[in-house]
């Protein structure tokens, strides 16, 4: 995944230029001269103020919306013109409000775009089962259920189903998690991260809660009241360099412990460590959150790191911990993800 591209361009997968939208009626534009690249395999966030256009943004790219202004090119491709429907094959979206057809069971809400694409019965229920296991339902359990008879998390889930059985390249979610109480969102979020380790795809993600922004994005676009963009960064620079006071703002108090939750152990060059049994062991795949965090509640200033599998352990002490987050705030590549994309953000 870090092989450089020889054509910037081809990496390219989403890129809105100059796009506006006003509706009918208004004298304000809803999206003004919006300029947005998405790369492949990138999760985007897009997050901002009630009102200030995401889900405008997220439906002209499906063209569910149809610019008043613009451009929009999908893999190169302008697309700003073509069918609409063809257009939607090659998209997954996931809308505000789940959206699951009542009267239709889980299986027939997820296998209803494999129908419609003409797939045979056998198929369809292949790809049905594969999918509910995909987003954590046992198929035996769930197949036959109506949506009334799932929480809302499941819900949810089918609906994430539903938009990647046509196995779009795309995926447009629209508060994907927003009516979920807080513990089962961190779980769903924790799941759909290590879903998108598997599956790869580009991802254009809206949100109101800059939390969750700030763990799912690779990049994200924070909208300002005026719906344009304040700022398009990765998580770290928009925590640690807020490009104006809106940004500040909206970022909230806490930035910098906040950032520490993006560092992982694993991603940190440290030294060896000696006398592992006399200290305190943390997992490598713990943030520098939870080794400060344990660092405080057990009163030391050094942890050993154990390595997975064979690899040594390793040594985090406290003054190497606050110069690793300080190297991460000025630093330009996004350390939090091991498998995080290359490639300069603008
Ligand atoms: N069909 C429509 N006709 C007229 N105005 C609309 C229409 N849909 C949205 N708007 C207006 O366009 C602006 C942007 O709406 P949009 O739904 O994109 O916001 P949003 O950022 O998704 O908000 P939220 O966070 O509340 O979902 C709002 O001022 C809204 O009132
Ligand atoms: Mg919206």
């Avoid at 799941?191 to 599956?199: D, H």
């Avoid at 770290?236 to 906040?258: K, N, T, W």
Wanted: hydrophobic residues 40%; contains cysteine; glycine residues 8%.
């Amino acid at each position: 995944m870090s092989e450089p591209v020889p054509h910037g361009r081809d990496q390219m997968m989403i890129r809105l230029e100059r796009i506006s939208k006003r509706y009918p009626g208004q004298s304000a534009d809803a999206v003004a001269e919006l300029n947005l690249d998405v790369k492949q395999g990138e999760i985007v966030v897009l997050v901002g103020p009630s009102g200030c256009g995401k889900t405008t943004t997220l439906r002209m790219i499906n063209r569910l919306v149809q610019p008043s202004q613009g451009r929009i090119y999908l893999d190169g491709e302008d697309v700003t013109q073509i069918d609409a429907t063809r257009l939607r094959r090659r998209i997954g979206y996931v809308i505000q409000q789940v959206g699951l057809f009542p009267h239709m069971t889980v299986g027939r809400n997820v296998g209803l775009i494999p129908k419609i694409l003409g797939q045979d019965g056998q198929q369809i229920a292949e790809r049905v089962d594969e999918l509910l296991a995909l987003v954590g339902l046992n198929p035996d359990q769930y197949r036959e259920r109506y949506p009334r008879e799932l929480s809302g998390g499941q819900q949810q889930r089918v609906g994430v189903a539903r938009a990647l059985a046509a196995d779009p390249p795309v995926m447009l979610m629209d508060e994907p998690f927003g009516a979920i109480d807080p513990i089962t969102r961190e779980r769903l979020q924790d799941e759909f991260l290590s879903l998108q380790q598997r599956i790869g795809k580009t991802i254009v993600f809206v949100t109101h809660d800059i939390q969750e922004a700030i763990k799912l994005g690779d990049r994200i676009a924070i909208f300002g009241p005026d719906s344009t963009i304040a700022q398009y960064d990765t998580p770290e620079r928009i925590l640690a360099h807020p490009a104006d006071d809106f940004v500040r703002s909206f970022v909230g108090a806490g930035a910098a412990v906040r950032s520490l939750g993006l560092l992982h152990l694993r991603d940190l060059p440290l030294p060896a460590c000696e006398r592992v049994e006399d200290r305190r062991t943390i997992s490598e795949d713990a943030t520098l959150y939870d080794a400060l965090d344990a660092m405080l509640q057990a009163g030391v200033d050094e942890l050993a790191v154990a390595g997975a599998g064979d690899a040594p352990p390793r040594l985090l002490r406290w003054a190497d911990a606050i110069r690793a987050r300080e190297r991460a705030a000025t630093g330009s590549e996004r350390a939090a993800t091991g498998s995080a994309r290359s490639g300069e953000a603008p």
